[in-house]
């Protein structure tokens, strides 16, 4: 799975303005992501997380989520499914997303998305990423930290100042 259709993957996580339920927050500290895509590679992140800054790491993808005209979430008996519509430039993409788990201790997320076959990414991917709570957050991350495959670190937060506007002088 390319880069992009790993990005039309996480914009069916994101939450919807027209939502009747919520994902609950996940247990404060530190998170060990695995995604694998259909072909089998496997990416690992970790994330550190709060109560105030978990709902901020879901919704990441700010200006993402603008390109989905349909998105759904609904309660399960196991978890959630959410289903969305997303389109950037002059692709479409349908996406079909399970959530089960306790979000203390481990949970999964099961994607699969549908799209042009004229485009660069593959008309049928998949994707499932499995994350677990390890513990605490390490001494040198602070909540909003987000660790990606190969040390590459980021903050939510500081994501967030970058792109929140300026206001004009007076």
């Known amino acids: 799975m390319s880069r992009p259709a790993v990005l039309f993957a996480i914009i069916a996580l994101v939450p919807g ?13 530190l998170w060990e992501l ?3 895509m259909g072909s089998g590679r496997t990416m690992t992140s970790e994330q550190c ?3 105030t800054t978990d709902k901020d790491m879901i919704m990441s993808a700010g200006p993402a989520q603008q390109a989905c005209k ?8 196991t978890g959630f499914v959410s289903d969305a519509t997303c389109t950037f430039g002059n692709v479409t993409r349908t996406s079909h997303t399970e959530v089960s788990g306790d979000f203390n201790s481990a949970y999964t997320v099961k994607v699969t998305s ?11 991917t998949s994707m499932t990423m499995n994350a677990k709570w390890v513990g605490p957050c390490k001494a040198d991350q602070k909540p909003g930290d987000i660790i990606m495959q190969g040390g590459m670190k980021m903050n939510v937060k500081d994501m967030q100042n970058m792109r929140a506007p300026v206001a004009p002088k007076q």
């Open 17 to 29: 303005a027209a939502r009747a339920v919520d994902y609950p927050s996940r247990k404060p500290g």
């Open 34 to 36: 695995t995604m694998t």
């Open 114 to 124: 549908h799209g042009s076959s004229e485009s660069a990414m593959p008309a049928d």
């Open 49 to 51: 997380t709060d109560q």
């Open 70 to 77: 349909r998105t759904e979430l609904q309660k399960t008996a």
